[in-house]
C-alpha cells in the first residue's frame, strides 16, 4: 500500500473531512478550509484568515529534526508547443520521479509575446496538470499584462486567467490539495482568488506557504491606462494584507518557516542582469519595502522569498532592514528560467530541539538539470 492510499484509507476510518476539522490532506502537506461567510471589513477579514488557521485540527506534526520537500521552477515554457514542449515535458518528467508532495510555479508561463489566447491558457493548464504532485501557480506579467503587446485587453485576460486557473479553492497538479484564497476570507479584495495560502502540516513545526501576485517590471504601476494602474494599486494593496496575514497565520500556528512565492524581481537592477543589494522598486513599496521586510526583520522564523523574472538562478539574502542591516532570517531563491529549463529541489530543514545536534542553515537548495535544455550547467550567481 502506498503512503497516500494509506492515508486515504485513514480518511476513510475517520469519517472524512468533518472528522478532521476541515483539513483537506495527505502525508506531508494539509490545507485549512476556508470559512462560508466571510467578514464585512478588512479588519475583520485579517481576523478571520488567522482564525481559518486557528481551528484546524492537528492530524500530527512533523517529528524534531525532519524536513519538508518541494520544487520550484517558472518562467517557462517560452515558444511554441513544438519547440518548447519536449524540454519542458522533459524536466516535468524529472520532478515527478522525485516523489515530493509540491511544486510551485512562479509564472510567466508563456513568452510576453506569445499567444494569450484561452487557447494557450488551456494547452498551459494541461502541462501543470503533467504533474504527479500538487502544483500551485502564481501568475507572471507574460501571462496577461503584456498581452497588450499583441493588442490584447490586458485586464480582461487578467479575469480570463483567474477563471482558468483559479475558479475553485484547490491548486493544479494530479494531486491537488485544498488552499486558502484571500478572496474567500478577505471581501475588501474579492478579485483577489490567486492569492493563496496552505500549510504543510497542522500545528507547531510546520512550514507555511503564501503566493502573492506581482508582475515584472514595475507591478502595473506605471502603466499606461488608469484602469490598469489602478489594477496595480489594489492589487499591490491586496498583497500587502495577504502578506501580513500570512506572518500573523504561522506566528499563530507555530509555523517553522514561512516560504512566500511571487514571480516579479522586486529589487533595483544595477545593470540588466544583477540587482543592487537591498533596494526594493517603487512598485513594490507597499507589499516589500513596508511589509514583508519588517515582518521578516522581526519574525521568529526563517523566511524564504521564491520568485523569478530575471531567470538567473540564485540564492542569497540581499535584503536590509531599516537600520541598513542584512535580515538574516529572509533568504531569496529566484529560479532558472528560458532558456535554462532546470527546476529547484528546496528543502526545509526542520530543526531539532536546542542541543540535540548541530543546528542546520533554515533552508537547502538543489538544482534540478534538464539535460534537453541548453546551458545546463550555468547557475548563476550564488551567496550563502
Avoid at 510576453?112 to 488551456?122: E, I, M, P, T, V
Avoid at 476570507?185 to 507547531?204: D, I, K, T
Avoid at 526542520?350 to 547557475?379: K, M, V, Y
Wanted: net charge positive.
Amino acid at each position: 500500500m502506498s503512503r497516500r492510499q494509506a492515508a486515504l484509507a485513514v480518511l476513510a476510518a475517520l469519517g472524512g473531512l468533518a472528522a478532521l476539522g476541515g483539513w483537506l490532506a495527505w502525508p506531508g502537506l494539509q490545507t485549512p478550509r476556508a470559512p462560508q461567510h466571510g467578514p464585512t471589513s478588512p479588519k475583520a477579514a485579517a481576523t478571520a484568515t488567522a482564525t481559518a488557521t486557528a481551528t484546524a485540527t492537528a492530524i500530527a506534526t512533523p517529528p524534531a529534526g525532519g524536513g519538508f520537500e518541494f520544487v520550484a521552477l517558472g518562467d517557462m515554457p517560452y515558444g511554441t508547443d513544438a519547440t518548447a514542449g519536449a524540454a519542458y515535458r522533459h524536466l516535468i518528467r524529472q520532478v515527478n520521479a522525485l516523489n515530493l508532495p509540491l511544486t510551485l510555479h512562479v509564472g510567466d508561463f508563456k513568452s510576453g509575446l506569445a499567444d494569450c489566447s484561452n487557447a494557450q491558457y488551456r494547452l498551459q493548464r494541461q502541462n501543470f496538470q503533467l504533474f504527479a504532485s500538487a502544483l500551485v501557480y502564481t501568475p507572471g506579467d507574460n501571462d496577461w499584462f503584456d498581452c497588450q503587446r499583441r493588442g490584447d485587453d490586458p485586464l480582461e485576460r487578467l479575469q480570463a486567467l483567474r477563471q482558468h486557473f483559479f475558479a475553485a479553492p484547490q491548486s493544479l497538479g494530479q494531486q491537488p490539495i485544498a488552499v486558502l484564497r484571500q478572496a474567500d476570507v478577505m471581501p475588501a479584495f474579492a478579485r483577489q482568488v490567486e492569492n493563496l495560502r496552505w500549510s504543510s502540516a497542522p500545528g507547531p513545526g510546520s512550514v507555511m506557504f503564501a503566493t502573492f501576485h506581482t508582475v515584472g517590471p514595475n507591478n502595473g504601476l506605471d502603466a499606461a491606462s488608469a484602469p490598469q494602474r489602478a489594477e496595480a494599486a489594489g492589487r499591490e494593496a491586496a498583497n500587502a494584507a495577504w502578506i501580513s496575514a500570512a506572518f500573523a497565520a504561522a506566528r499563530q500556528q507555530g509555523a517553522a518557516a514561512l516560504v512566500l512565492v511571487t514571480q516579479a524581481e522586486t529589487l533595483v537592477a544595477d545593470d540588466d542582469n544583477w540587482p543592487s543589494r537591498g533596494e526594493v522598486r517603487q512598485g513594490f513599496a507597499l507589499s516589500m519595502g513596508q511589509t514583508l521586510l519588517p515582518l521578516a526583520d522581526a519574525a521568529p522564523f526563517p523566511v524564504l522569498l521564491i520568485h523569478g523574472d530575471a531567470h538567473r538562478y540564485t540564492v542569497d539574502r540581499p535584503f536590509l532592514n531599516r537600520q541598513g542591516r542584512t535580515i538574516a532570517n529572509l533568504w531569496r531563491l529566484q529560479v532558472f528560467g528560458e532558456p535554462r529549463v532546470h527546476a529547484v529541489r528546496v528543502r526545509v530543514n526542520l530543526q531539532p530541539p536546542a542541543g540535540s545536534a548541530p543546528a542546520q542553515p533554515p533552508f537547502g537548495f538543489t538544482p534540478i538539470w534538464n539535460p534537453l535544455s541548453p546551458d545546463p550547467r550555468i547557475a548563476g550567481r550564488i551567496q550563502p
